[in-house]
Nanobody, 126 residues
Framework: QVQLVESGGGPVQAGDSLRLSCASS????????MGWFRQTPGKGQEREFV????????MITDSLKDRFTISRDDGKNTMYLQMNSLKPEDTAVYYC???????????????????WGQGTQVTVSS
C-alpha cells in the first residue's frame, strides 16, 4: 500500500503563490505516474484533473497551464504543484494521486488512480 501525504495548502490572497508537496512511500517512485486533482463543494465525489507527471513527461490542464507547474524530486520521493497568480476559483481541496501500475502514460480521470492522499485545503480570498 502506497502512502501519499500532501502539504503546503492554506489561506492566501488572490495573486499569491503556493507550492503543494506530495510525499510518497512508493519504493519505485521514479517510475510512478502521479497526478494532482482538486475537489470543490457541490460536486459530490467528482475531482477535477489539474496536472500529471511520469518519468518522461508532464501535463497541465489547459485552463491552468499559464499559472501552474508540476514537478518531482525522485531523490526525495516528492511531487510538487507550483501555483502562481492564484484566483478565488482555485479554492478547493487538492489531492495527490498515484497509479498502482508502472506506466509511462498520464491519466486525467480520477478512476485511473488507485492511491490518494488525504487532501490539503487551498482557500483563495479576493
Amino acid at each position: 500500500q502506497v502512502q501519499l501525504v500532501e502539504s503546503g495548502g492554506g489561506p492566501v490572497q488572490a495573486g499569491d503563490s503556493l507550492r503543494l508537496s506530495c510525499a510518497s512511500s512508493e519504493r519505485y517512485f521514479s517510475l510512478s505516474t502521479m497526478g494532482w486533482f482538486r475537489q470543490t463543494p457541490g460536486k459530490g465525489q467528482e475531482r477535477e484533473f489539474v496536472a500529471g507527471i511520469t518519468w518522461r513527461e508532464t501535463m497541465i490542464t489547459d485552463s491552468l497551464k499559464d499559472r501552474f507547474t508540476i514537478s518531482r524530486d525522485d531523490g526525495k520521493n516528492t511531487m510538487y504543484l507550483q501555483m502562481n497568480s492564484l484566483k478565488p476559483e482555485d479554492t478547493a481541496v487538492y489531492y495527490c494521486a498515484a497509479v498502482a501500475a508502472s506506466t509511462s502514460r498520464i491519466y486525467s480521470h480520477q478512476h485511473e488512480y488507485q492511491y490518494w492522499g488525504q487532501g490539503t485545503q487551498v482557500t483563495v480570498s479576493s
